[in-house]
């Protein structure tokens, strides 16, 4: 009978997923008409519209909200230059005991009110032409009360009992056990989990084995002794006899809900994060949350763009999914269920933040002590399928038949974080996970451009343990980093709903900086009580000019990077020795901060592979070489079209092959063939003599070996040490190393270019630039002004410190009239007045006679914020016609504003922090005013010194402090 039910349930979601696949057409043509094709057009870059803009991540306080303050809200965001937000429902940082008046409304969420409210947010989003995207209910992972709980995200479980020679087992089957220790304290904590009626579980493999040995808490068993007790329950009760010789071990292994609540859930009801992998369950909560019983029905496509999935952090040991062992078995090649008790293993699906709790956990049983792991790997290669179909597919099929698609962060356990971004419609990655590192960010695009996904979001401006450090300086830093990755649409995180019933400072609620969770202390809370909300239209307007510039044409990828692991977790990578920012971390103006969110990397595999693929990346990038990852699915698609080989349209001109402990074998057998056909092939380091699957892995590793020996004897195969990055034909070409920069290529139909350039460094840097004989002209863009200069005989262009430039290359001339005069640059500029004793005021705090220094080293000033206006005079002895005077304010933290003489110079959020004051000086006595805006992080720190319980989360937080000021040296400087 339960072999009947089983059948008929797969049955049954086959139905469903082909009932997708039929969608599939339809949502690729709703993806074209929210992301169509253009090609680059520097009239549009000149003032971007605000649809190319970034959006924010707009927290609301569970449904205490009003539909006036959210329709204000949005009027807000189109006016500071926000193409978007994304709305999330729910507590965190909010009074666990406020009054049960406001708690009632916090709670309420998914009540007619709640609708209500958002319906008066999407009327006025379609008058303001704001794009919004939905979380996926309240918090995260999806889920409620609204479903049956044996609906609910299921895990497996073990449970085992010990037989001696010969005895007799008669009962009921043991229930799950617990193999690891249990989460004591914060963990614990965050671990909350629902009631799970044993009744619920559902036994997926029952056996008994002869115990070979037992280690560490972990029994060995005989494979060849296995018995299927499936045959041996009778009403519930196993009856079976152990042989006669040695002890042996029943086990069984369940399927069984994991009990999960969906973290910060606006909702005080016994809410299940629901079974992502059922894909009937799926379907059933989109109707549900977004169906005709919510009113959002009318909203769908207009303005509702998406549906965000954020990371996938399940509080699951091992992922199971309805249909789980018969894909097991049509991707593997053999049945998997006798041995699923050696492939549970506790915390293991878990996200890292949990999964440490773990470190030392293993499977409570084995059958190949050795090979072990490769059975892990056919189980996580299946559980990548089952999600992206399951989940991802059956998200994007019921979205898209309405108008909308589907934004998701598509990791969380251990993931191919290629394949499953590749396979949303708008897959996201974010800059709190995996250390906002590059060699993650580029897992994410990779896996986009190959799938050709025209847009690319990132959770951004997010860093643990450092709330009140975001300045425009970090963001335009953050961005560049990001975008010089291949993101294409920035969504800040992100943006407090004004809140304030008198439990927080002035400022009101922060979401993600609270005193009601103080060891939670994330940045961004951009709203308008931040010091630099005036300064985010600005901002925005160059986000907006890059973002255009970046989804225009299609990516240009010179060489892939062959990357074989499935099992991605963001606590295994490596960061690069030559990165910065990684954790948000500015070196040499921040304090490096360790706690809680902050881990060593394990030495695993995946981190020994990357700390040997840095310097072969940071070699291509020193040489204007353009890399991508590719993982085993795309890669054994790929095509010969000469020398090149395409995947999915796109061409490339090489593929690396780097210390690879195994291989795949049928990419073993692709790359064989394309290197036979003549695509290059750039090897370094051992060649792979293994292959991960477990069926038939000693002939498998035996052809692998040899047909990677094969491979490397082919002509087309060249060593790393041969510098064979030298043989790429580009049009545009590095003059020299350049190690400084980093860099995304976009190409037009008519093959025009645009190229951006990020200088990650603190120093100047000249760009020097080979420009091909295919562009007739070429136009340097800065994305700060929108100014477009036309490029000279010699292509060279100095980017500041962390500077940034876009380079247009193309056969066409850009009309004379949006065109600017070459800016001077006051690199080669030299010092002529050095602007000293300064007069400060601060609030109420005025000081005379000043060097310029740190206000933290000005005892009135130590823990202070705000505002501070500096004011001196400086002698001009002689003003040369034809010279132009450039001010360097030198260090600013953060943003200055200068007048010369009584009239505005001009203000500066970004590096260089210098202006061309050339028309406002005067010969003799001139005056100046710097009015400097720091950030709000030393003050808070300071009342949390005084004891004010309103920021308790700065509490013995008085060494982190940050620089604050105008630090100078201030000099004018001739050109």
Known sequence: MRQLYSRLLICLISITIIAFSTAFAVQEAKEKDWFPYYDFDPAVFQSAPRAYGPLTRWWLP????????????????????????EVQPLTQGLNPKAPKGQRDRVYSWDTPSYYAHIAALMEQAKKSKVIVDMNGGSGWPLGGSFFDPKESMKTLAVSDTILGAGQSFKAPLPKPGNHAPKATGMMAAMMTKNFVDDKWAVPLSIIAAKVEKVTDHQTVLDPKTIVDLTKNIQSGTLDW????????????????????KPSLIASEKNNYVIDHLDPVVVTKTYEYLLGRRTGLNKYHGKPIRAIFNDSYEFHTDRIISPDFLEKFRTLNGYDITPYLASLFQKGYDHPVYLANMYVDAKPPVVFNEKDNWRMMHDYDRTVNEVFKKNFIGASNGWLGSRGMLHRTQAYGFPIDVIGAAGSADIPEAEQLFAEGSEGYLKLVTSGAHLNNKPVITQESFVSILRAEMTTPQKIKMWADKSLACGINQLIYHGTPYKYNNGEYGPEGWNTWSSPFLPFVNFSTGMNETDPFWKDVKQINA?????????????????????MPFIDFTEDQLATNPEEI????????IEPDIQGFGVFKAPDTRINRWYKKLWPIINELEANGITWEFVNDESLQKATLIGKNFAIAGNNYQALIVANLPFIDLNTAKKINTIAKAGASVWMDGALPEIQPSYHDFDANDKLVKQIME????????????SKPYKSIVQKINFTGKMDFTRQIVREMKDGSEVRFFWNKSDQWQTLELKIGSEFREYYWLNAETGQLTKGQATATYDLAPYGSVILYATSKKIPENILSQPIASSRKASEIVKVENWTLGVDQTNLNDQNLKDWRQIEDLKFTSGEGIYRSKFTVQNMEPNANYF???GKVYYTAEVTINGKPA???LFTPFELNITKLLKAGENEIEVKVVTSRRNGFIGEAVKGNPLYLQFKGQEKTTVPAGLVGPVVLKKL
């Not at 160059?542 to 062959?562: F, M, N, S, W």
């Open 62 to 85: 569970g449904n205490d909200i009003s539909s006036d303050e959210l329709q204000r809200e949005i009027r807000m965001f189109a006016d500071n230059g926000f193409a978007g937000v």
């Open 241 to 260: 006899k152990a042989p006669d010789d040695g002890k042996w071990q029943i086990v069984v292994t369940w399927k069984i809900p994991s009990g999960e």
């Open 542 to 562: 160059y986000l907006a000019r890059c973002q255009y510039a970046l989804r225009a044409g299609k990516p240009k990828t010179d060489v892939l990077i062959y």
């Open 581 to 588: 920012l990684e954790r948000g971390y500015l070196k040499g």
């Open 710 to 721: 094969e491979t490397a004897g082919q002509k087309t195969a060249l060593k790393w040490d």
């Open 887 to 889: 001010l360097d304010l």
């Open 906 to 908: 001009g203000k500066r």
